[in-house]
């Protein structure tokens, strides 16, 4: 499985490392997604660095013949961007403190979960 991560945090990326026992990409922009976007079987978002205009974005990650499945994460107290995840269709989204403290099962949950078709 490949996993595309986008972050502009280090830290939360070497988090994400010893869970995944996948092929891990990490970005750091959402134009630098696009691209490895296409063959990823699993897009992470870090809502932390992002808009909520640019969340709302997130959404046209999805296309293509067969769509990778999206989760997203951000601070609890972001309460807007969390929601803006959810109403861009991300597959999952958790508050920061539940990503990290489920992290292996998470990924384990989404691997075994196959590619959307459209």
Known sequence: MTIVFLTSDLLAASKIVPA??????????LDALREPAAEADLIIVDLNGLSVEQIASAGSLRSGAARPRVIAFGPHVHEAKLQAAREAGCDAVFTRGQFFAQTGAIL????AAPRQEP
């Open 20 to 29: 995944a026992e996948y092929s891990l990409r990490t970005v750091s922009t």
């Open 108 to 111: 384990r949950q989404f691997a």
